[in-house]
Each structure stands twice: as C-alpha cells, then as structure tokens.
C-alpha cells in the first residue's frame, strides 16, 4: 500500500476515539476482521506499531498519536471537500467564468448578478472584459464558461451560440450641438466622430452603416471602451454610436446632462449571443443561464428609422 487510505485513516482514528477494535467495527459497520487488516496496513505502511493492545482498552503509541492526529486533519478536510463539491453538484454554489465586452458588463449583466445573488448567493461570476473573438477562443479553450458575444459569428466546433438580445445602436452627441431629431450617415459623417476600436464587432457594424450611406469617415479616436467614449462626448470632442442597453436595468438610466441622444436613420442594431461550450452546463453555470435568458424577456428600447 504506497498511499495511505482515507477509510485506514477512519478506522484508525474510530478505534482511538472508542478504545476498541469491535467497537469501530460496529461504529464503521465493518467486519471485525477488516478493521484489523486496517490497521495492520497501516503499520505495516508506516513501519512501527500505532496502536498498543492492552486487555481492557487499547490506546495509541507515540507514533500512533501523531498520525491520529494528523489524520482528523485529512479527514475533516475530505469531508469539507465532499461538502463543497456536493454543493456545487445541486446547484448552491460554484464558480462561473463569464467573458463580456464593456457595454454588456456595464448595463446588462448588473440585473442578472442581483437576481442571481438573491436566489444562489454561493454562485461567484467572475467576469472578464473580452472582444467577441477573444470569449469565443477562452471558451473553446475551456477558459470560461459562459461568453456574450456580438452576432452573427462564425461556427465553432464545440461552442453554442444562440441570440439573446438586438439593442438599438444610438447616435450620443454633445448637448451643446445642434444636432437634427434623427442621425442620418450624412450628417452624422460631417462631424468629427469617437468610434470603437476596429476589431469589435460595433465597429463594422457602423463601418456598414456609414458605407450604406454612402460614407466613409475617418474617426478622431478609436476606443474600446464605451465609458470613456461617453466622457469624450460629454466633453465636446465628438459623436459617437453605441447599443442603448440601458432598458435592461428595468429602468431609465441618467444620462450626462451634457450628451443627447438621437435615433439613426437607417435604423441600426447590435445583436447580441449567448455562447457556451456544447452539451449539458454544470448547475452553477445552468443557474447563470437561466438568470441571463430572463433578461431577454424585459422590454428593449426601440428604434427609430
């Protein structure tokens, strides 16, 4: 016996805390014989006696001592990972990767996390801020669990992706503008512009759009980062085009006294997905799912065009 065994390790501490072999026996409901191959293993593993027999009670040597007490160490810490794992087995606790971009992770999983605390508290989401393409390659690489991804996106084998929500992408200009009631590509191509970054998907999204138009404006700054592009506009430095997910929290968002916001003509939409990898989800990951799919159901802003 190379390892020592767990049930060695409980048959030996039983007889200690007992004061005999017949008595872990029944304790452990095993066979009398059992427990003393047990034992004989174990000093046989550990090469000196554990236990001393004497005719009324039997007690541990020295060295018997300090394995006991190491073993309530082991076991105690088995038994706390059976708990654990067991836990996460029906559903009450677990860790969730979640890759997200910027926009998502600021207005749209807000709502999911304050359900999921109120109905599994013990699930921990971490989140992560990733391109599309970034969550899709984590995902099949088993890096994450969950991915929300912009749409459509090419097949990845062992990955599904289903639609979860279209938001309407929004023209957010500087009060200070006079800007018309709807944001036409002509317009909109005439002023100096804040877009994202060129690898997100948003980004050819409004590429699509200005060309539709027959634009093709060349922007001041590409960022990936929804917030900071807000606070340029707020500061005057230029339009810009986002999804408006605000909708999702269940109600308006303020939005900076120092930005307007205008629907597009032609009307613009940023899909968004629901990526995981292919088969039956852990219930941890089931549990974030599900609170994930009930945002499709709140109502989503319209647009215009």
Do not use: C
């Not at 669990?145 to 912009?150: E, M």
């Amino acid at each position: 016996m190379r390892e020592l065994s767990l049930d060695r390790l409980r048959t030996l501490v039983a007889i200690a805390d007992l004061g005999s072999f017949a008595a872990a026996a029944r304790e452990l409901h095993l066979a009398p014989p059992t427990v003393s191959l047990h034992v004989s293993e174990l000093e046989e593993r550990i090469g000196a006696p554990l236990l001393l027999r004497q005719r009324a009670q039997v007690r541990p040597s020295g060295i018997g001592e300090t394995l006991i007490a190491r073993a309530r160490q082991l076991l105690a810490a088995a038994d706390q990972a059976l708990e654990e794992v067991g836990r996460q087995v029906q559903g009450l606790a677990g860790r969730v990767r979640l890759g997200a971009s910027t926009g998502a992770i600021a207005y749209l999983l807000p709502r999911a996390l304050e359900q999921l605390g109120r109905s599994h508290p013990g699930i921990d989401v971490q989140v992560m801020v990733l391109t599309s393409q970034e969550t899709l390659a984590r995902l099949a690489a088993g890096a994450l669990d969950i991915g929300l991804v912009a749409l459509p996106q090419a097949p990845v084998a062992g990955l599904t992706v289903q639609p979860w929500r279209r938001d309407p992408v929004m023209a957010f200009l500087p009060a200070s503008w006079r800007a018309p009631r709807v944001v036409t590509p002509a317009w909109l191509a005439a002023q100096p512009l804040i877009l994202n970054a060129p690898e997100t998907r948003l980004s050819r999204l409004t590429t699509e759009w200005f060309a539709r138009g027959g634009e093709h404006p060349a922007a001041r700054i590409q960022l990936n980062f929804n917030d900071a592009i807000k606070s340029l506009v707020g500061a005057g430095y230029g339009a810009t085009l986002l999804p408006h997910e605000a909708s999702a929290q269940g109600a308006a968002v303020a939005l900076d006294p120092r930005i307007v916001m205008r629907p597009l003509r032609p009307a613009l939409w940023r899909p968004l997905g629901i990526a995981h990898r292919t088969g039956q989800p852990e219930p941890a990951t089931r549990h974030v799912l599900e609170a994930l799919w009930a945002l499709k159901q709140l109502r989503q802003p319209k647009a215009v065009g």
